[in-house]
């Protein structure tokens, strides 16, 4: 008798185990796929840009808080120019005809302007809409971000509608889910250089020299920067910067997925599909910066976790 109860026990505890293990293991295979409900603040609005009318190179995110307003163009595509046009909502016309209030000169793919609320030609509130004329140009040709209208009289542009977000304390909760991607450090610039295996699997691999390099997501999506610094007492320092609104994967808002970094070091050049579980150096990062110290070695394999935040409709209640 005392055997089959010690048995009974035994096999709860084995069942019990086994369900907080499936549980576990659904958390961290699936990080993304929960509903997130959260107070209502302010989050990035992505927006494509379109070359060519149609031709998506990359994005602009515009994102405000109290004080400034945040334009960030984002492209595959080395630009020239980057100029943004502030558009009063009401007649839907340039506040300055003719002249680009805010304009830099690349070469760059990715470019944020900051501009304080309090500096804008016109009174800003919170709940006041913008439209935005984001413009850029990249071998002599024009690309604009937002919703195209389509060419009439011989041209075409583009506008963003925006609404200054007001951060509040408190307010109707707003849903959010997570975009997430899986990313690979390039051996440079170009995506897809060096990689693991030449069919298939789209994960690249780097070869040490102190450099920065880009980081891309879905094959070919820039969404940051990896920097490997000098050797120092045997060891190398890599640091990962995210730009946009990418950030580090988190389960929910707040709080990131365990070891969405993974970095593994080679002494030759590796081959095979990786197991980036496997990967000998792992860390957790929050936000869009963190950096981890690694033994200096001939070449390293970077897995980053990323992704970004975005606004859905949220269920209706029961």
């Given at each position: 008798?005392?055997?089959?109860?010690?048995?009974?026990?035994?096999?709860?505890?084995?069942?019990?185990?086994?369900?907080?293990?499936?549980?576990?293991?659904?958390?961290?295979?699936?990080?993304?796929?929960?509903?997130?409900?959260?107070?209502?603040?302010?989050?990035?609005?992505?927006?494509?840009?379109?070359a060519?009318?149609?031709?998506?190179?990359?994005?602009?995110?515009?994102?405000?808080?109290?004080?400034?307003?945040?334009?960030?163009?984002?492209?595959?595509?080395?630009?020239?120019?980057?100029?943004?046009?502030?558009?009063?909502?009401?007649?839907?016309?340039?506040?300055?005809?003719?002249?680009?209030?805010?304009?830099?000169?690349?070469?760059?793919?990715?470019?944020?302007?900051?501009?304080?609320?309090?500096?804008?030609?016109?009174?800003?509130?919170?709940?006041?809409?913008?439209?935005?004329?984001?413009?850029?140009?990249?071998?002599?040709?024009?690309?604009?971000?937002?919703?195209?209208?389509?060419?009439?009289?011989?041209?075409?542009?583009?506008?963003?509608?925006?609404?200054?977000?007001?951060?509040?304390?408190?307010?109707?909760?707003k849903?959010?889910?997570?975009?997430?991607?899986?990313?690979?450090?390039?051996?440079?610039?170009?995506a897809?250089?060096?990689?693991y295996?030449r069919?298939?699997?789209?994960?690249?691999?780097?070869?040490?020299?102190?450099?920065?390099?880009?980081?891309?997501?879905?094959?070919?999506?820039?969404?940051?920067?990896?920097?490997?610094s000098?050797?120092?007492?045997?060891?190398?320092?890599?640091?990962?910067?995210?730009?946009?609104?990418?950030?580090?994967?988190?389960?929910?808002?707040?709080?990131?997925?365990?070891?969405?970094?993974?970095?593994?070091?080679?002494?030759?050049?590796?081959?095979?599909?990786?197991?980036?579980?496997?990967?000998?150096?792992?860390?957790t990062?929050?936000?869009?910066?963190?950096?981890?110290?690694?033994?200096?070695?001939?070449?390293?394999?970077?897995?980053?976790?990323?992704?970004?935040?975005?606004?859905?409709?949220?269920?209706?209640?029961?």
């Amino acid at each position: 008798m005392k055997r089959n109860l010690l048995f009974i026990v035994m096999a709860l505890v084995a069942f019990t185990w086994s369900c907080q293990k499936d549980e576990i293991a659904d958390k961290f295979q699936n990080p993304i796929d929960n509903l997130k409900t959260a107070e209502a603040v302010c989050v990035p609005q992505v927006f494509p840009l379109f070359a060519g009318q149609t031709n998506n190179i990359g994005t602009v995110t515009v994102f405000n808080d109290k004080v400034n307003l945040y334009v960030t163009y984002q492209s595959e595509q080395e630009m020239e120019e980057f100029a943004l046009y502030i558009l009063d909502y009401e007649p839907q016309e340039r506040l300055t005809p003719g002249q680009a209030p805010f304009k830099n000169n690349g070469p760059a793919k990715n470019f944020t302007f900051t501009i304080p609320l309090a500096d804008l030609s016109f009174d800003v509130d919170c709940g006041t809409t913008l439209w935005l004329q984001a413009k850029t140009v990249s071998s002599g040709e024009t690309a604009y971000g937002g919703v195209i209208t389509p060419a009439g009289s011989g041209s075409w542009y583009g506008n963003i509608e925006y609404v200054i977000c007001c951060e509040p304390n408190g307010g109707a909760p707003k849903c959010y889910e997570f975009n997430g991607e899986t990313a690979w450090a390039a051996n440079g610039n170009v995506a897809g250089e060096m990689r693991y295996n030449r069919r298939g699997n789209w994960a690249t691999y780097v070869q040490y020299t102190a450099k920065t390099t880009t980081l891309f997501a879905g094959q070919n999506i820039p969404v940051g920067t990896v920097n490997f610094s000098e050797v120092v007492d045997g060891e190398v320092t890599i640091t990962i910067a995210l730009t946009g609104n990418w950030i580090f994967a988190e389960y929910e808002m707040g709080v990131a997925v365990e070891d969405n970094i993974k970095i593994q070091d080679y002494v030759s050049a590796p081959s095979g599909n990786p197991a980036p579980g496997q990967f000998a150096h792992k860390a957790t990062a929050e936000g869009q910066s963190f950096n981890i110290t690694v033994p200096a070695n001939n070449f390293y394999g970077v897995h980053v976790d990323v992704g970004y935040w975005f606004e859905v409709e949220c269920p209706e209640e029961e």
